[in-house]
C-alpha cells in the first residue's frame, strides 16, 4: 500500500498542479518547468536521468521495504525489480509491491560471488548489513543499529540472476539503485557483464563509515568513474551536527548521454519488458 506521505503528496500535487517538494520537515511547491536546471532537488534530477536517459529497467539493490520504489513510481511507469534478503523487510516489500504488476520483488542480495552469507540484522532493518556496525554508527543511532541477530541469505551476481528472468536485456536501459549498508561496490562487481545497459546509478555513499570495513566513500565514487559514470548530484541523506553522513550518490554513463541525448529528451520513462520469474 502506498504511504500517507505519499498520498498526500499526490493528492496536494494534483490539487495545486506543482510538485512537492520535502527538505525534511520542510515543504514546498514547485512548477515544474521551473525546476528543470534545478541542481539541488534530488527529485528534479531524477526525473531528468529517467526521461533524458530513457529508463526503461530499474533494479532496486537494497530495498528494504521498499522506499524508493514507492517514491520513484510518481516519476517512472516501468518494470522495477526490488532485491531484499532480510526476511522481516521482505515481508513489507512484498506486501508493498502486491498491487502493482510490473514492481517484482526478490528475496536476495546482490554481490561479486553466489554465494550463503551471514547478515546482521539491526532493530531498524533499514541499517542491516553483512559488516558490523561501527563505533560512530552504535552511538549515533543507538538501539536503531543494535544487532538483534543474524541471517544466512541467499547472495547472487546480477549479471547472471537478471537476464534468467528478463529477456532481451541487450537493449534495455538500466538505471541500478544500490543502498546495501556498505556493500555496494560488490552489487556493482556483480553487475560488470550488464555495465553496457546501466546507462545511469545511485549510490548511497557514507563520509562517516557506518560500518567496519566499508570502503571510503571516494573509492567508491571513483570505481564507478572508472566504469565510465559522471556524478549529476550528490543528495545528503542524514547528518550528525553540521556534518553529512551520507549521500545519495546519483550519476549517469556520459558516453550514453552524450550519444542519446537529442532522442532521449521527451521519452516517457518505462514500459513493460516481459521480466518472468
Known sequence: MPSFRSIIQRVAERVTGRELEWFGSTVAFVKAEDR??????Y????????????????????ANAGQFARSLRSLYRGEIHSFEPVAAAFQQLDQAAAIDPL??????????HEAALPINVSENTKLSSFHRSSAFSTRRFGERAQVTGQELVSVQRLDQYLPSICPGLDQARILLKMDTQGYDQEVFRGATNLLKQVVALQSEVSLIPLYDGMPHWTETISL????????????????????????????????????????AVGRPAGGPRGCQY
Open 36 to 41: 528543470k536546471g534545478s541542481w539541488f532537488s
Open 43 to 62: 527529485r528534479a534530477r531524477v526525473r531528468s536521468v529517467l526521461h533524458q536517459c530513457g529508463i526503461d529497467l530499474v533494479v532496486d539493490a537494497g
Open 103 to 112: 514492481w517484482h520483488v526478490h528475496h536476495l542480495a546482490l554481490g561479486a
Open 224 to 263: 564507478f568513474e572508472a566504469a565510465g559514470f559522471a556524478i549529476v548530484g550528490l543528495f545528503p541523506v542524514a547528518w550528525d551536527a553540521l556534518r553529512v553522513i551520507e549521500y545519495d550518490c546519483l550519476m549517469v554513463r556520459s558516453d550514453v548521454v552524450t550519444r542519446d541525448f537529442s532522442q
